[in-house]
Structure formats: structure tokens, C-alpha cells
């Protein structure tokens, strides 16, 4: 019976309801506000309500409970009359469960009120479980309360909110109407707690917070948001990374630390790129690359057990089995693979070029580029976007220098640092090193990289921190560190098509009428 709705009047399904009529909704149900505050009933009085049951909780354990009082609330979500009785759905946090309201049961004057309740409105009900003789879980209604009255119309069951850009903007009533929604952000959270755990009780990780507001971004190559503090009258960013607060610690002998929390990039958005996302990054004195990489595989594997209790990541029809260990692809081994330039031969910066023209790179692109940005771009431009190719789970190793401001170099190869990007389904999830902790080495590529952003050549460069710089000379053991984009592991796991589907309120453009 809940499946169906026939109290048009309440609740007018069967057809998008125009502008016009949608006002003259909202204008009744003020009017029924109005009725209810004159008559001593305001419902906005109401304070709290003794829940001791949930739907799901109800009707998983049906035959313990069958016969027993219970106390109940939720939103309003079906609603038939029949005459002296009626039916309504209401939905908790769990789901939904049916409530059956006689006349004789609530009474005569109750029962009148309650007949003018409307989809939406928030109510609260006592009484005893049972089952219908078409075999539904029900509440049979001994006392109904109205907590809340909605003033706005839901959009209909049928149809649904379907209207991407107004299920972002409203995400409380696309959390409401749709319950696939509700259950993408319950499987977030445990995703993060999930990894959470793993970091503290299998490797020991304490978790720690660290600044928001920065003089300096640093710890990685992207653009910042500015702002200003008025009290210290002095500019400000966000930070774009932890990671070097993160190392701070780490040398003052917190050995293992980690923080997950929102990064503000001032860069471009697409499906996989939001401006506000969240980071998880960790450091573990006396790890290394491999360390992280065994850190990467268990948290996202035990992540996607949690959630889906399988380590198969299906997304979007194609499978990602996660089950550690994950496959090694070296950055120039990958290049030569695609394009069939090999800079394994090539040792200088100048027959590096030739051969980036010679393959179809713009000369004028390249022209001042050394060998190992060379093989970086190439990489990203020709093996990224290919079809399958980094589908993985894959870590792809091999970074340059170049590119790689923060990581320690390999001693077999100094062109290339101790540094793996992990990719699944195309997508870069995560980025880890073995740290550089030589504060020579590390001065020298920070006054490399402030220069290039000082004349413009890349205005992502890593801007120069000399605090930091000091604390690698008080002395940072070997370490271990790692960055994982939750969000679109969170994506993945999930199925998600978008970032903006699971993030709870994603960064939109302001409407007309919401500027000051």
C-alpha cells in the first residue's frame, strides 16, 4: 500500500508541477502553518522526540519484534487516506517504513488535524509493530506528533530531482528523494573511516592537523587561492598541500604522522577535478617508496573490502581488481612503449628536444625544456589518455628531477627521484615519495623552481620555503611519504560519474540571485 499515493491533494503526482502551481503549494501549505501556530500547534516549538527505532533496524528484525511499542520519526514521504484511516510512509535514516493511523487510535480531533499533513513534513509516532495482511512492516499509530512543517514541494517520486546542476545546489533534497544519494555519502564515510583505521592501527600513524592558512604554498606545483588577514595585515593562501608541515614534524620526532583534510587548488574542474578536495597524506620515518607503496595497496584494498566486500573495483562497467601487489611501469620505459622515443638513449637536453620535435612536439614548447621535462610531458600528453593503458592498479615510477622538487633522488639514475604516481582506471589516486631530506640538495631546487616563477616560466612552480629548509638542516630522518585524492578513490569505489556526485556540496557557480 505505501507503494501507491492517491491523496492528490497533498502530494500531486502525476505530472511536473508548473511554476505557477508549485507557488500556489507553497502558499497553502503557509496557510496550514498559519491555521496550526493560531490553533496553539505550532510545530516548530517542538524540541526534540525519543527515537528508539529506526525503519531498517525494524524490519531486519521483524520477529523479535513483532507486538513491541516503539518510537519513531521521519519525513513524510507517501500518504493515502481511506476514509477513518490512513497510510503514510516516513523516512528516517535508514530508509523508509509504513505507518498506519486509524481515527479511533489517535483520536477524532488529532486524526482531522493530521489529515492536512503534507509530503515533507516531519512527524513523530509511537506505537506497535506488525504486519499487514498484503505482508508489509508497519507501525500501527497510538500517537502522531508533527515536529516540522515543510513549506516547500518535493519533487515527485516518479520523476524524481533529476536536474544535475539542482541536485548539487539542493543537496538536502537530493539526499531526501533519492536514496542512491543517501547511500554513495554513507559509503564515503566509510571509505574514510576505513582508511583512517588501517593507518592507525595496522602502521601506527598518528593522525595530526596542521594550517589551512599559509604565507607559503608549498609542497606541491599548483596554483593557490589568495586572501588576506586583516588582523596581521598580511596576504595568505590556502594551502594546496600539507606536506611540508607534515615533514616539520616528522624531523621534531613525531615518526609517524598523517592528516586527511581539504586542499584548495585554483585550477581547473572536470569530472575527476574539483578546486576544494580532500587529501590524505602520511609520513613514515624510516620508510621509504616501497614502504608507501604497501601503505597505498592496503588502505585503498581495504577500503574497497569495507565497502563492497570484494577487491574488485567495478566502474562504470570495467573491473579493477585491487589485491595487492599492484604492477610497477617506469615513466620512460612507458614513453618509449607509446611513442617509441627512447630517452634511455638520449642523454642530453638538446637531443632530448630533437627527438620531442621530431616525434610532433611544438618546437617552441620545448625550446627551453630540459631532458627529464621532456620525458614528463610527453608522458602525460601521448600515455595518460590512452585507452586502457594506465587502467591498472598500476604505480608508475621513474619521475624526474625535473618534476619532482620534493623527492629524494635514485642513486643508480640522479636524473630521476625515488617517487611513484599510482593510477587506476587512467586516473592518478595517489603520489608518494622517498623524501628528499638533504637541505643542500633541496635549497638549490627550490632556488631553481623560484626562479621559474619568478620569470613567468611556470607559474606553478614550488615558491621557496626557507623555514623549511632549516628544518631539514635541524635534521629529517629517511621517510616515507604519500598522498592519496580520497575523492576519487571514494569515486571509484562508489561508481560514481562524477566528482561533484561525491562530494556533499561541490563548488558551483553563483545564480543571479544569490550575488550580494
Not at 609542497?219 to 615533514?247: C, Q, V, W
Request: with cysteine; proline share 4%; net charge negative.
Amino acid at each position: 500500500m505505501s507503494t501507491q499515493d492517491n491523496n492528490m491533494n497533498v502530494n500531486p503526482e502525476v505530472e511536473e508541477l508548473s511554476e505557477e502551481n508549485l507557488n500556489e503549494q507553497r502558499l497553502i501549505r503557509r496557510e496550514k502553518l498559519k491555521k496550526l501556530q493560531e490553533a496553539g500547534r505550532n510545530p516548530f516549538v517542538n524540541e526534540t522526540w525519543d527515537v528508539t527505532a529506526h525503519s531498517m533496524d525494524i524490519k531486519d528484525n521483524f520477529d523479535a519484534m513483532e507486538d513491541q511499542e516503539v518510537s519513531c520519526a521521519g519525513r513524510i514521504m507517501a500518504f493515502r487516506r481511506m476514509g477513518k484511516m490512513a497510510f503514510v510512509d516516513i523516512q528516517d535514516k535508514q530508509g523508509r517504513i509504513q505507518c498506519v493511523v486509524k481515527r479511533d487510535d489517535i483520536g477524532t480531533d488529532e486524526y482531522t488535524w493530521f489529515k492536512t499533513y503534507d509530503i515533507g513534513d516531519i512527524i513523530g509516532v509511537e506505537g506497535t509493530i506488525f504486519k499487514t495482511k498484503a505482508g508489509e512492516i508497519s507501525i500501527q499509530v497510538k500517537r502522531l506528533v508533527l515536529l516540522s512543517k515543510s513549506l516547500q514541494v518535493l519533487p515527485n517520486k516518479w520523476h524524481g530531482l533529476k536536474d544535475t546542476d539542482i541536485r548539487y545546489r539542493q543537496r538536502y533534497v537530493d539526499l531526501i528523494v533519492n536514496p542512491d544519494v543517501r547511500e554513495t555519502f554513507y559509503k564515503r564515510a566509510k571509505i574514510i573511516h576505513e582508511i583512517k583505521r588501517v593507518l592507525e592501527e595496522d602502521y601506527n600513524f598518528l593522525e595530526v592537523d596542521t594550517p589551512i592558512l599559509t604565507t607559503i604554498a608549498g609542497g606541491a606545483n599548483a596554483r593557490p587561492f589568495n586572501t588576506h588577514h586583516n588582523t596581521l595585515d598580511i596576504d595568505m593562501k590556502l594551502r594546496i598541500s600539507n606536506e611540508l608541515y607534515l615533514k616539520r614534524l616528522i624531523v621534531g620526532g613525531l615518526d609517524r604522522v598523517y592528516e586527511m583534510g581539504k586542499m584548495f587548488r585554483n585550477e581547473g574542474m572536470d569530472r575527476n577535478h574539483s578546486p576544494e578536495y580532500t587529501s590524505m597524506e602520511c609520513y613514515m620515518a624510516y620508510g621509504n617508496m616501497e614502504s608507501m607503496m604497501d601503505v597505498t595497496e592496503q588502505v585503498i584494498y581495504k577500503a574497497a573490502m569495507a565497502v563492497n566486500g570484494t577487491p574488485v573495483i567495478t566502474y562504470q562497467g570495467k573491473d579493477f581488481d585491487v589485491t595487492p601487489p599492484w604492477r610497477r611501469l617506469d615513466m620512460t620505459d612507458a614513453v618509449k612503449e607509446i611513442t617509441g622515443v627512447d630517452f634511455h638513449k638520449i642523454d642530453s637536453d638538446e637531443d632530448a628536444r630533437a627527438a620531442a620535435i621530431a616525434y610532433g612536439m611544438d618546437a617552441d614548447e620545448v625550446k627551453e625544456m630540459t631532458r627529464g621535462k621532456i620525458i614528463a610531458e610527453m608522458f602525460e600528453e601521448y600515455c595518460e589518455d590512452v585507452p586502457g593503458y594506465l587502467d591498472g592498479p598500476v604505480f608508475v615510477v621513474g619521475h624526474p628531477v625535473e618534476i619532482s622538487p620534493l623527492a629524494k633522488r635514485d642513486p643508480k639514475d640522479p636524473r630521476i627521484t625515488r617517487r611513484f604516481e599510482g593510477y587506476i582506471n587512467g586516473w592518478e589516486v595517489c603520489n608518494a615519495f622517498s623524501e628528499l631530506n638533504d637541505p643542500i640538495d633541496q635549497f638549490e631546487r627550490f632556488t631553481e623552481q623560484q626562479a621559474q616563477l619568478d620569470s613567468g616560466e611556470d607559474d606553478e612552480a614550488h615558491p621557496m620555503d626557507m623555514d623549511f629548509v632549516n628544518a631539514l638542516e635541524v635534521g629529517l630522518p629517511p621517510t616515507g611519504g604519500l598522498g592519496i585524492g580520497i575523492d576519487r578513490v571514494v569515486i571509484l569505489i562508489t561508481d560514481s560519474p562524477s566528482i561533484r556526485d561525491i562530494i556533499l556540496f561541490p563548488t558551483m557557480k553563483s545564480l543571479p540571485n544569490e550575488k550580494g
